[in-house]
């Protein structure tokens, strides 16, 4: 059984940091294209940044320069460094994982959510 396992979630005021960790098990992540998504009440949910087997990485233009994604394959796990954030970034983030192509085709992977509050 695949589980994400999202944690790092919580208050913060603006221009302050979080650190969102995703917990993955039952599947390895270094084979997997690991991305980070969020969605606000009534929108769609949105890619915020996504890491690829190989590490590339890609980001929305909205954190661009805020947010960092990360993964540790050792650690089975996929970190997303949030800094300076504002209001508009609280919303649920979600932890996804999907089966790299270069490794086959494979069924996408949802974490619970951790919510961020961004507010003073």
């Known amino acids: 059984q695949v589980q994400l396992a999202e944690s790092g979630g919580g208050l913060v005021q603006p221009g302050g940091s979080l650190r969102l960790s995703c917990a993955a098990s039952?599947?390895?992540?270094?084979?997997?294209?690991m991305g980070w998504y969020r969605q606000a009440p009534g929108k769609q949910r949105e890619l915020v940044a996504v890491s690829d087997s190989e590490g590339s990485t890609n980001y929305a233009e909205f954190v661009k320069g805020r947010f960092t994604i990360s993964r540790d394959n050792a650690k089975n796990t996929v970190y997303l460094q949030m800094n300076s954030l504002k209001p508009e970034d609280t919303t649920v983030y979600y932890c996804n994982a999907v089966l790299d192509r270069r490794y086959g085709v494979g069924l996408n992977y949802w974490g619970q959510g951790t919510q961020v509050t961004v507010s003073s």
């Open positions: 039952g599947i390895i992540v270094r084979y997997y294209v």
